[in-house]
């Protein structure tokens, strides 16, 4: 079947462009061979000149006759699907649930839950990239810590004392202290004997106060190196 194409000036112009400036070599090579094409060179030496089959030829021209120059950028790369994609909802509730420790121990877990076998590195990629997670260190919440009695405070306290602050009518600031020991820092150094460093008292501190407007971020700070600070 003969594929009737039509190449203005213009389009010649363009296409002469984009099969050295394009940015993906497959569409520069789309755009070369229409190119030669558009100066009605036989077929068998187009597909020749452009290191392509007479099949891939003919594609060509059907993508330029269906939407012209832009159709020739379209590309669909093939991206084969993981067999665990299909699992991905089920393993994500599962790992949300009970978190692995390694690759390995994940990788028993897929195999276990639904007889795919796949190798670590494979299980990493599709944690990493299909679930989205990522291997990070454990935290702590201070044995104090009661989740319920914080979200009812935040809800009615917390909530009401900010917005009053966005309103005007009061200044709410996020209070902490911390309290560093005064030591010596201890290196390294060449000498004849080991040498010794007088180091402060053991109870002596370097205290600070800082206080961050919830609204203004400003930070105000007291320090001191007594016993403690008194506000």
């Given amino acids: 079947m003969t594929i009737q194409l039509e190449f203005t000036p213009d389009i010649q112009a363009a296409l002469n462009q984009e099969r050295y400036d394009y940015p993906d070599p497959m569409v520069q090579r789309r755009m070369g061979t229409l190119w030669l094409k558009s100066h009605d060179?036989?077929?068998?030496?187009?597909?020749?000149?452009?290191?392509?089959?007479?099949?891939?030829?003919r594609d060509y021209f059907r993508l330029y006759q269906e939407g012209g120059l832009a159709k020739l950028k379209e590309l669909h790369p093939y991206r084969p699907a993981s067999a665990l994609q299909a699992h991905a909802t089920s393993?994500?509730?599962?790992?949300?649930?009970h978190p692995p420790a390694t690759i390995k121990e994940a990788q028993s877990e897929i195999t276990r839950l639904t007889s795919i076998e796949r190798s670590e590195s494979q299980v990493r990629h599709f944690l990493h990239d299909q679930l989205g997670m990522r291997c990070r260190k454990v935290g702590m919440i201070p044995a104090k810590a009661d989740p319920d009695v914080q979200a009812t405070y935040k809800q009615d306290v917390l909530e009401p004392r900010l917005a009053q602050a966005q309103a005007g009518t009061r200044a709410v600031f996020f209070v902490d202290a911390t309290h560093f020991v005064l030591a010596?820092?201890?290196?390294?150094?060449?000498?004849?004997?080991?040498?010794?460093?007088?180091?402060?008292?053991?109870?002596?501190?370097?205290?600070?106060?800082?206080?961050?407007?919830?609204?203004?971020?400003?930070?105000?700070?007291?320090?001191?190196?007594?016993?403690?600070?008194?506000?």
């Fill in 91 to 97: 393993l994500e509730a599962h790992f949300r649930e």
């Fill in 41 to 57: 060179l036989p077929h068998a030496q187009i597909a020749e000149l452009a290191g392509v089959s007479e099949n891939t030829l």
């Fill in 184 to 231: 010596p820092f201890l290196g390294l150094l060449w000498c004849f004997q080991r040498i010794f460093i007088q180091a402060p008292a053991g109870r002596q501190r370097f205290n600070v106060l800082g206080a961050l407007n919830a609204l203004t971020h400003e930070l105000i700070t007291v320090t001191n190196d007594t016993s403690g600070i008194t506000v």
